[in-house]
């Protein structure tokens, strides 16, 4: 990704990278890449929140949007990370499987033209001119150093675009693309300290009207009282099938630590309960409701998602697009069991769930036992 922004900053395009403080702190300010990229006159870098060390309840507040906005032409949007767990073709082991949409704007290029696009840019302009962010503290670097890192990135370009030329071959997205009826976005407040859950409520409010099922994926779960209990009263109307990632295969100890903890509370929440146990990690965070509204973006079912972070999701209002995520959903399933209670599972025919090495397993339990005291962080 960075050779192509780098191209198209040389180009003349100009380029604006919104990154999380914290994630910024690890893995940004210290790369010299990154500073090299700075430097470039199109090219511009700002924090979320940057950590403030004396005030460790601001630097609780995450920015955990995750999009890529081109022009006023389209936007993808889902809960895609950009490393290499989750991009390119770096990583010989397990990946963590993804989802996001493209949403094109066929109207683009008319001055003044209303479009999801468009309401995406202003409130990517809301948070990058808001006072929560703060220049790329990343320093300065020596001008023939970072040159030198620059030129690599040029070359990395020239041999991608050589070597896999179909990338670089002009796309159709209006044939490419599906027809919505109706696209619009979700979004908590951008404030760093606790919030409302807008996005979480704005999601119930709409399961409320659904008529047939609704089908939520979150890599795990992390429920409130409050949110079993919502997610509880849909479940008596329509039935409800949350996917989440199997404990056997989850990266994320904390979370699925707790998951286990209160695992009896989530089956009761919904109809039915899967666990995925495919090769790769499932990171998507998608909702399907009846067969004509889908939701996806990066809100997780979690306490963290819908109190304390930033978030987005793309609400897609269109039977095509709904089918298209269905069969999506479908696929994944065929890969789960099905939790019937806390000591009880139905394991499909050909899965084979891998084994959980006690390290993991001991970690899990420790994770879910000593975060009971701040599960608002999770």
């Known amino acids: 990704m960075a050779c192509v922004a780098l191209e198209r900053a040389d180009a003349g395009v100009r380029v604006r990278l919104l990154v999380d403080g914290i994630a910024g702190l690890i893995s940004v300010s210290p790369n010299p890449l990154f500073k090299a990229l700075e430097a470039h006159p199109n090219i511009e870098i700002r924090f979320y929140n940057p950590p403030r060390l004396l005030d460790p309840r601001h630097d609780m507040g995450r920015m955990h949007d995750k999009y890529l906005i081109v022009d006023d032409m389209a936007f993808i949007l889902g809960g895609r990370n950009s490393f290499d767990a989750f991009i390119g073709e770096y990583l010989d082991g397990p990946r963590k499987d993804d989802r996001e949409a493209l949403v094109y704007n066929g109207d683009h290029g008319h001055a003044g033209a209303q479009s999801a696009v468009s309401v995406l840019r202003d409130y990517f302009a809301s ?7 703060a220049a790329f503290p990343g320093g300065s670097l020596n001008k023939a150093r970072g040159d030198r890192l620059l030129d690599e990135l040029r070359t990395r370009y020239d041999a991608l675009r050589d070597g896999r030329p ?11 693309t599906l027809p919505a009826q109706g696209v619009w976005l979700v979004s908590n407040p951008t404030t760093v300290y606790a919030k409302q859950p807008a996005v979480f409520s704005t999601l119930c409010a709409m399961m409320d009207r659904a008529k047939r099922g609704i089908v939520i994926h979150s890599p795990y779960a992390v429920l409130s009282r409050e949110m079993a209990g919502r997610l509880s009263g849909i479940a008596e109307s ?7 990632n199997a404990p056997e295969i989850s990266h994320n100890i904390v979370a699925t630590g707790d998951y286990l903890y209160h695992r009896g509370d989530v089956i009761a929440a919904v109809d039915t309960l899967l666990e995925y146990a495919g090769d790769n990690y ?41 089918d298209a995520l269905r069969a999506n959903m479908d696929a994944l399933h065929a890969a789960c069991r099905r939790v ?6 139905e394991l499909p025919e050909g899965l084979d769930v891998p084994r959980m090495s006690l390290f993991k397993r001991l970690a899990m339990r420790a994770a879910g036992g000593i975060m009971q005291l701040v599960r608002n962080l999770i």
């Open 127 to 133: 948070v990058w001119d808001g006072g929560d962010c």
């Open 166 to 176: 179909e990338l670089f071959q002009p796309v159709d997205y209006a044939a490419r």
């Open 238 to 244: 329509t039935p409800v099938t949350l996917m989440v």
């Open 282 to 322: 499932h990171h998507g965070k998608a909702l399907l409701i009846d067969d004509a509204l889908s939701v996806i973006g990066c809100y997780n079912l979690d306490l963290r998602s819908t109190y304390v972070d930033t978030e987005l999701m793309l609400v897609i209002r269109g039977k095509a697009f709904a």
């Open 340 to 345: 019937i209670d806390e000591n009880t599972v």
